[in-house]
């Protein structure tokens, strides 16, 4: 089983919501930390959003206000949900789950397979 799975991407118009999520399981869920990064082609990886194992929220400069990061932790796994409000089209990208996440440092050792968020009229 593969430790970090995302799902919920796809195509929105402009203006439009989409709600991504990371199911994260064995190990790693109990560091209970986790961040979303994305890469658009021919750009660099950016951070997108973190939480952290003590609750705290560190949003990327460019989707302070429009993102939000969440968690639910059950027994066996742990949810880490992005919602993405008032999208535009330079959101476009492919979107990682990645853990253990720790503000101010490099990304953490997994990675999920992505997800595509097409933004486009």
């Known amino acids: 089983q593969e430790p970090l799975v995302e799902s919920g991407g796809g195509l929105v118009q402009p203006g439009g919501s989409l709600r991504l999520s990371c199911v994260v399981s064995?190990?790693?869920?109990?560091?209970?930390?986790v961040a979303w990064y994305r890469q658009a082609p021919g750009k660099e990886r950016e951070l997108v959003a973190g939480?952290?194992?003590?609750?705290?929220?560190?949003?990327g400069h460019s989707v302070q206000g429009r993102f939000t990061i969440s968690r639910d932790i059950a027994e066996y796994a742990m949810t880490v949900e992005l919602q993405m409000n008032a999208l535009k089209s330079e959101d476009t990208a492919v979107y990682y789950c990645n853990a253990p996440y720790h503000i101010d440092s490099p990304p953490g050792k997994y990675w999920g397979q992505g997800t595509q968020v097409t933004v486009s009229s």
């Open positions: 064995g190990a790693i869920r109990r560091a209970g930390s």
């Open positions: 939480i952290s194992a003590t609750n705290s929220v560190v949003y």
